[in-house]
């Protein structure tokens, strides 16, 4: 059993207290950040239940030391230039610029089973966001009981609760576009809590540059208390790194297939769309995901459609969301088998789908089996503390299984479609966005 790592925030705008009272942990993982944005993780050893200020300071200097200076930099050449030039001391007084110009209206969906627990700490965090035109939507995806429509009408009013007949996480988010009034649509889970500046993050990029179709953000863990929980910080976890990046696929070369490892753009957990680009590609594919054979890979599958339609997606870190992993080995072993599952689904679906790329999403897949799965179960013989082989296993076979899911998973959404119809947005409600253009 691993010794719990305590999770928070140093935020260096502010003075570096010493922390205390961390008993039963043996190191702190601290988030640094500069007037909210994220910069990096810093890991300290604990003594006696106690970080200093001093020791935090030299941690950060020494690991972070560069990016402070970028980031301090980029605030103040944001600026107009002194004519004296950049004083250092300066510098650390320049917050980052505002941005003055209009924002577009944004819909929060939380897609939801039977978990009423982890999703009343989701909504604790959503009601705090800081962002003018929004609106909260809890999709509530084939329930067994009404404990979340109580939950969501009796504790938040703000808040909109819309049940989700068709059994499939990519059903919800699909009831989520469908029902939303927001020009973007921002998904979280329900075993997540938000960052009060999340949805501002997003939705800025989207406003300053309008060819963006999709932003996802950072991922953090929300608590690293199981040997679970770290364990699968080792093994990848969700965070995608503390700088920006922009994809879109060059018109010139035509598609490479390097969007194909979809993975690197982000995860379901932080993920938000211009409702307008679904027009144009279609919804998510039901046959993907959570509560079907395939267990996943509808996010990829959207972020690979993204970009293989010629659309613009960024990653910003700045846009943080803090995610709690699974507690138990037993689920985190189930997790990682369905990861397999779910990308090797996406893998077919894409290739029935682009059949122009049907040769590069195989020779991707291959790599990808040798270089993730493979590779890493030679280095577990050899180094079973780094890398757990029963974990490489249980993704390896998941990633065999998913090969054969997607066609049956097909045929299940069919059927649900003939059973339920398509889905259609609540009756009695007028699209506010429409209403507002036809004004």
Not at 73 to 102: M, N, S, V
Not at 390 to 413: N, Q
Request: a negative charge; glycine letters at 8%.
């Amino acid at each position: 059993m691993a010794e719990p790592i305590k999770v928070l925030d140093v935020e260096l705008s502010r003075p570096l207290d010493d922390l205390t009272s961390l008993h039963g942990y043996r190191a702190l993982q601290a988030l640094v950040r500069f007037h909210d944005a994220p910069l990096g993780y810093v890991t300290v050893p604990l003594l006696e239940g106690r970080c200093s200020a001093a020791a935090l300071r030299q941690t950060i200097s020494r690991e972070l030391g560069p990016a402070v200076v970028r980031q301090l930099l980029r605030h103040r050449l944001a600026l107009p230039l002194p004519r004296g030039g950049l004083d250092f001391d300066e510098l650390l007084g320049t917050p980052p610029a505002d941005y003055k110009g209009p924002m577009p209206s944004v819909t929060v969906a939380v897609c939801t089973r039977d978990r009423t627990s982890g999703l009343a700490k989701c909504l604790d965090s959503l009601v705090l966001l800081d962002y003018p035109d929004l609106e909260l939507l809890v999709v509530d995806n084939a329930p067994s009981d009404d404990a979340t429509e109580k939950l969501v009408r009796g504790r938040y009013p703000d808040v909109r609760y819309v049940c989700e007949p068709r059994p499939g996480l990519d059903w919800a988010r699909n009831r989520a576009i469908a029902e939303a009034d927001g020009e973007i649509i921002a998904y979280t889970d329900d075993d997540a809590a938000a960052d009060p500046q999340w949805v501002t993050a997003l939705a800025r990029v989207f406003a300053e540059h309008p060819e963006v179709m999709a932003v996802t953000g950072l991922v953090v863990p929300l608590e690293l208390e199981t040997e679970a929980q770290i364990r699968f910080e080792q093994y990848g976890g969700f965070g995608r790194g503390f700088a920006r990046e922009w994809f879109r696929l060059d018109a010139r070369a035509g598609a490479d297939g390097s969007h194909i490892g979809a993975g690197r753009f982000g995860t379901g957990a932080n993920m938000a769309y211009r409702r307008s680009v679904f027009e144009h590609i279609g919804t998510f594919d039901p046959a993907l995901d959570v509560g079907t054979e395939t267990n996943g890979g509808g996010d990829l599958e959207m972020f690979f459609r993204v970009l293989q339609e010629g659309y613009t997606l960024v990653y910003e870190p700045s846009a943080v969301i803090r995610h709690r992993h699974r507690r138990s080995y037993g689920e985190l072993r189930t997790q990682l088998t369905n990861h397999g599952i779910g990308l090797y689904s996406f893998f077919v679906r894409s290739a029935r789908f682009y059949p122009d790329m049907r040769l590069r999403i195989i020779r991707f897949g291959l790599w990808w089996l040798w270089w993730w799965d493979v590779r890493r179960l030679l280095i577990g013989f050899a180094r079973p503390a780094r890398m757990p082989r029963d974990l490489i296993l249980a993704e390896l076979y998941g990633a065999f299984t998913g090969l054969t899911r997607y066609r049956k998973a097909r045929k299940s959404a069919a059927e649900i479609e003939a059973a339920h119809g398509p889905i259609e947005r609540e009756a009695g409600r007028e699209d506010s966005s429409v209403m507002a253009a036809a004004e």
